[in-house]
């Protein structure tokens, strides 16, 4: 499949492309399709880091398609991670709910980078949503001895079918989508408290991700060092 521009200006950019290829592939309560995956040597040649995301390329009707994902439990051992997809209507999950094992499919890796503050913070505040929950999931996992709240916007029942790795010391509040997000915004902004020894995370839809970060910013005085913020999505 002919890459279009995005895939030249990423290459330009210095990213590295590889091949994966579907070791498996299962249903999560029919709402997310998880598949396991070769990495095509991309742990070894990029190391790993929490959060980490990587691009894979789609045909959609004849055109080059690129979305995002965060790798599931990579693991450069065995070369291999998951990838979770949510089931609706798209190129990216059409894709994933046909593939069988030996499917192959292209990635690049570039534009991911992130490390959690040395020293550590003494609490983490993660605001996310479905589309974020496995980069949460990784924060929690590195992140395993700090306490932590985390927001999680959620459009229906079903996108609660991936499961939290939340251990005692760590707060979660489910929050529905309403009001074009603006709930999300209320509640988080209402709640989220200042502190020089805190990290914040905010990785949702893209309105809600910046009037998250301008309050903390703002309102707060959080600084910038504090302060991770990336919009996963983009409502249209």
């Not at 200006?9 to 299962?26: H, I, N, P, S, W």
């Not at 939290?164 to 979660?172: M, N, P």
């Amino acid at each position: 499949m002919k890459r279009n521009w995005e895939g030249l200006v990423l290459k330009a950019m210095g990213g590295r492309d590889f091949r994966l290829t579907v070791l498996g592939t299962e249903s999560v309560d029919g709402h997310y399709q998880r598949l396991l995956l070769d990495d095509g040597g991309l742990l070894a040649a990029c190391g790993t880091h929490p959060t980490m995301w990587i691009r894979l390329w789609f045909d959609n009707d004849g055109r080059a398609h690129q979305r995002a994902y965060t790798l599931v439990d990579p693991d450069p051992a065995t070369g291999r991670f998951t990838l979770e997809f949510a089931v609706h209507d798209g190129c990216a999950a059409r894709w994933a709910v046909a593939a069988r094992v030996g499917d192959t499919i292209d990635a690049t890796v570039q534009g991911s980078a992130f490390a959690l503050p040395d020293p550590a913070p003494e609490h983490l505040y993660l605001v996310g949503d479905a589309a974020s929950l496995p980069a949460v999931n990784s924060l929690l996992d590195a992140g395993a001895d700090i306490p932590a709240t985390v927001w999680l916007e959620f459009a229906h029942e079903g996108e609660k079918a991936l499961s939290l790795r939340t251990r005692a010391h760590h707060d979660v509040t489910w929050v529905p989508r309403r009001d074009d997000g603006r709930h999300l915004v209320d509640t988080v902004c209402a709640e989220l408290p200042g502190g020089a020894a805190a990290h914040y995370w905010v990785a949702c839809e893209a309105a809600s991700t910046r009037s998250i970060t301008r309050h903390l910013r703002r309102t707060l005085g959080v600084g910038k060092h504090q302060l991770t913020a990336l919009a996963y999505w983009r409502a249209t």
